[in-house]
């Protein structure tokens, strides 16, 4: 069975995820999935019970769901490409470090400008919500900013795992007009450099439902209800 990702759009963080496919070289297909509308669906919840994306469907067809257990899942099969390391290792150790934060930290900042967006109505509520998500993301990006120092990437000389998922939700910085690169140097290199990786810029192309050039294993789009027949026939 040929692995699928489902990802979700618009700005879902398995962006990320994509962008680690192409990187790992491993053969994958991706089925799209609407939020709200289809990844709330009852249809989705056979696969996701949370009603969140991404979820992986690995060969082996067990599904995986949250970016850090899917990514290293990812990894595990990618040690040879260099964006993922051997368990046990110092290297593995600094990798989940940094998933770790980008995950607790850098994602859990844009949860108020989320949720303003999504749920809360306009007035005093929505402008305290964006008020403190703001600073919430101004403190995450100072804190990165320390973390990357003078490194190319997140790790050190090459991208990882990490630089993927970072991507992921570094854009949505523009979206919600937020933090302006522009203010962290090392960031706004490390951005401007993922910016113009071919993986980043096939992520972008799927998202956006344009040609979209795979230097990986990209096998196709599966349609949501095409891929929950295959499991279904998988599993007969």
């Known amino acids: 069975m040929t692995?699928?990702?489902f990802y979700g759009?618009?700005?879902g963080c398995s962006f990320g995820s994509i962008v680690a496919l192409e990187w790992?070289?491993?053969s994958y297909q991706l089925s799209r999935?609407?939020?709200p509308e289809t990844v709330t669906s009852q249809a989705y919840r056979q696969i996701n019970p949370i009603a969140e994306t991404p979820t992986l469907l690995t060969a082996e067809g067990e599904f995986i769901s949250e970016s850090m257990a899917i990514l290293n899942h990812i990894?595990?099969?990618a040690i040879e490409q260099g964006?993922?390391?051997k368990q046990g290792t110092k290297d593995f150790d600094r990798l989940n470090q940094m998933l770790a934060f980008l995950n607790t930290t850098f994602f859990n900042a844009y949860s108020p400008l989320w949720y303003a967006l999504e749920h809360a109505s306009a007035g005093d509520e929505s402008e305290t919500l964006i008020a403190y998500g703001k600073t919430k993301v101004?403190?995450?990006h100072e804190d990165l900013e320390l973390l990357l120092g003078d490194k190319q990437w997140l790790l050190g000389d090459r991208p990882t795992l990490a630089d993927a998922y970072f991507m992921g939700i570094a854009r949505w910085s523009n979206f919600h007009k937020t933090a302006s690169y522009a203010d962290y140097t090392g960031l706004k290199k490390l951005y401007e450099r993922l910016e113009a990786d071919p993986a980043v810029k096939f992520a972008h192309a799927i998202e956006h439902e344009e040609s979209?050039?795979?230097r990986g294993g990209f096998a196709g789009h599966v349609e949501f209800k095409n891929a929950l027949q295959q499991i279904a026939k998988a599993a007969a």
């Open 75 to 77: 990894g595990a099969g």
């Open 138 to 140: 101004s403190k995450a």
């Open 3 to 5: 692995q699928i990702l």
């Open 24 to 26: 790992s070289k491993q």
């Open 83 to 85: 964006i993922a390391f």
């Open 9 to 11: 759009v618009p700005e």
């Open 33 to 35: 999935i609407a939020m």
């Open 212 to 214: 979209a050039q795979s």
